[in-house]
T-cell receptor, first 114, second 116 residues
Framework: DADVTQTPRNRITKTGKRIMLECSQT?????MYWYRQDPGLGLRLIYY???????NKGEISDGYSVSRQAQAKFSLSLESAIPNQTALYFC?????????????FGPGTRLTVT | AQSVAQPEDQVNVAEGNPLTVKCTYS??????LFWYVQYPNRGLQFLLK??????LVKGSYGFEAEFNKSQTSFHLKKPSALVSDSALYFC??????????????FGSGTRLSIRP
């Protein structure tokens, strides 16, 4: 969905390095999410944010941190990357006003940690 | 614990035949249910949802799904498959509580392959 953008699209980094993945949205949605996708495991929630001042841990938050710089921006950081964080990372947004609960996803960031 | 099961890793169908992708869920309270599709090198795209009302919901690209509360299922269906339907399909569920609705649980995905 072009309304949700992620940078970078691909990244290779070394073990122990700090890395930030960025997400921006032009949909005007209040809620934003970070997921990781691993083959055979579906998507697992890392962090989610209901608004700029409300950030919550998801299912697998260990080793990750986030920052909601503005309603439209939500960044995911790996403070010290490790190889098992190699995965496809997705940002998503939703707007639950008026009963719209579906999420809209960015194109993903493929992260490889060597 | 809440969960979503997609019992088939892969479904193979001939073009023109009907297709079904199965999904069962375990969610406390009333469920919100979703189907998403993922094409190669793309993010997930929303197909359809059940929130309340009619058990048969229609979505994008001719897909539909039926909510069956007694069987806790939400199978995705299409009467006539197209080769372009080949993709990875995810079922997802959430509890209908205000804060819980954001915490969607995804199934592991089913790869749909439509042969010409």
């Amino acid at each position: 969905d072009a309304d949700v953008t992620q940078t970078p699209r691909n990244r290779i980094t070394k073990t122990g390095k700090r890395i930030m993945l960025e997400c921006s949205q032009t949909k005007g949605h209040d809620r934003m999410y970070w997921y990781r996708q691993d083959p055979g495991l579906g998507l697992r929630l890392i962090y989610y944010s209901f608004d700029v001042k409300d950030i919550n841990k998801g299912e697998i938050s260990d080793g990750y941190s986030v920052s909601r710089q503005a309603q439209a921006k939500f960044s995911l950081s790996l403070e010290s990357a490790i190889p098992n964080q190699t995965a496809l990372y997705f940002c998503a947004t939703s707007d639950e006003r008026q009963g719209h609960y579906e999420q809209y996803f960015g194109p993903g960031t493929r992260l490889t940690v060597t | 614990a809440q969960s979503v099961a997609q019992p088939e890793d892969q479904v193979n169908v001939a073009e023109g035949n009907p297709l079904t992708v199965k999904c069962t869920y375990s969610v406390s309270g009333n469920p919100y249910l979703f189907w998403y599709v993922q094409y190669p090198n793309r993010g997930l795209q929303f197909l359809l949802k059940y929130i309340t009302g009619d058990n048969l919901v229609k979505g994008s690209y001719g897909f539909e799904a039926e909510f069956n509360k007694s069987q806790t299922s939400f199978h995705l269906k299409k009467p006539s498959a197209l080769v372009s339907d080949s993709a990875l399909y995810f079922c997802a569920a959430a509890n209908s509580g205000y804060s819980s609705a954001s915490k969607i649980i995804f199934g592991s995905g089913t790869r749909l392959s439509i042969r010409p």
